[in-house]
């Protein structure tokens, strides 16, 4: 009996020395490799519930692709794909984690950035056009007819008179009957013919559709914005060939023309007397036009001290608001004056007055839908007649590069 129990006792501690053993050897669970496993078996069960309940709308619109990331990045590896279309799952579900978002960068297009629209105005930017002064200081009549003709007195003995007509005096007894006889005032006509601009811009149907701009009022403000510029430049410039005559383009504005005392350079001296080529009574309403090239000429003259001869002053130093006038007389500035150069016209100075604009037709725009209907365009037309020429030449003065 001591021996059975002496064995049985031996049999019980192997057995817990065995069960020591087999505690101590159990293998351990990684938690973290078990929560990754649940969360993607997740991810998958979702993503494929998804798709199911929305596959009988993609039977029912064929042409539309199946529930997926934006295929916005076919032109990528297949692991891109795979990885974008991952991430992009997990974003829809909120379950993406930081790490994940650099895949859906707004910044790199087909990492997302396709899905962020920019932010269109329809404000379009353009810069400012230049400023159209002619028009302003001429004399400006309406005419319903191709010519204006405009009857006048023809007199070219003086500046002090306007014709011939003097008064004698006599006494209380005229030594004759005809000893106050006048001369005959000379009488001729100035006729300024109308002349036609036009401009045309077609446009497509479909950019006028789909622009996100006002188009039709752009070629407007465009339309009206040429036809300003055009028209200063003819009345400066024009040959007086199916346009207006320009100013510096008269024969008797240029004939009667002050030279600068330079052969390519202006003069301080030439300026001051070119005010006084002009006869007073036209200096009340006289005014400079010249360029921006010229007038910084004008501003950097300077006298034997070093001083500017157009003051550019203010109360605090030598650089203020500079005045916009020369000699007590306003400056226009006008781009389409030429520059300074040998044997150029760059500065007129007089009453505008003495140019006249005969307006006939005001702009108009027409938009014409069915000329061009078959080629899918639309083409806006636009339209102005004005005439217009020197009909006083002795109220300007204009200034020559040249010596003499």
């Known amino acids: 009996m001591g021996t059975e129990a002496t064995k049985e006792k031996d049999t019980a501690a192997q057995a817990a020395t065995e069960n020591t053993q087999e505690t101590k050897t159990a293998p351990t669970v990684d938690m973290e490799a078990v929560k990754t496993l649940i969360a993607e078996q997740v991810n998958a069960t979702v993503s494929e519930a998804v798709t199911k309940a929305i596959e009988p709308l993609t039977k029912a619109r064929p042409k539309a692709a199946p529930f997926s990331a934006p295929a916005v990045i076919s032109n990528e590896p297949a692991t891109k794909r795979a990885e974008y279309k991952e991430a992009y799952l997990k974003y829809m579900l909120g379950r993406a984690r930081s790490n994940e978002f650099k895949v859906l960068e707004e910044g790199i297009d087909t990492a997302g950035g396709f899905t962020v629209p920019e932010d269109w105005r329809s404000e379009i930017l353009k810069k400012l056009p230049t400023m159209a002064v002619i028009r302003s200081r001429a004399r400006k009549m309406t005419t319903t007819r191709d010519v204006l003709v405009l009857p006048k007195v023809k007199y070219d003995a003086d500046n002090r008179y306007t014709s011939g007509v003097r008064f004698k005096w006599t006494g209380e007894q005229p030594a004759s009957s005809t000893v106050h006889r006048v001369t005959d005032p000379g ?181 014409l839908n069915e000329v061009y209907a078959e080629s899918n365009q639309v083409v806006f037309l636009a339209r102005y007649r004005v005439g217009g020429q020197v009909t006083e030449p002795y109220r300007l003065k204009v200034m020559k590069i040249a010596a003499s």
């Open 187 to 367: 009488f001729g006509l100035e006729r300024i013919p109308v002349h036609t601009a036009m401009a045309s811009l077609p446009l497509t149907n479909n950019i006028l559709e789909d622009s996100v701009a006002n188009l039709p009022a752009l070629v407007s403000q465009l339309f009206a914005e040429a036809i300003s510029l055009g028209e200063d430049d003819a009345l400066i410039n024009g040959d007086g060939v199916n346009s207006p005559e320009g100013i510096l383009t008269n024969a008797t504005v240029t004939a009667g023309y002050y030279p600068s005392g330079d052969a390519s350079a202006l003069t301080a001296d030439n300026l001051v007397k070119m005010v006084y080529q002009v006869p007073a009574q036209y200096r009340r309403n006289a005014v400079w036009v010249f360029n921006s090239q010229t007038a910084a000429a004008i501003r950097a003259m300077k006298d034997s001290n070093g001083n500017y001869l157009w003051p550019i002053l203010s109360n605090v130093g030598n650089f203020g608001t500079a005045p916009e006038t020369l000699m007590g007389y306003p400056v226009l500035i006008d781009e389409f004056m030429p520059d300074i150069a040998a044997s150029a016209y760059p500065i007129l100075f007089g009453d505008l007055q003495g140019y006249t604009i005969a307006d006939r037709v005001q702009l108009s725009i027409q938009r």
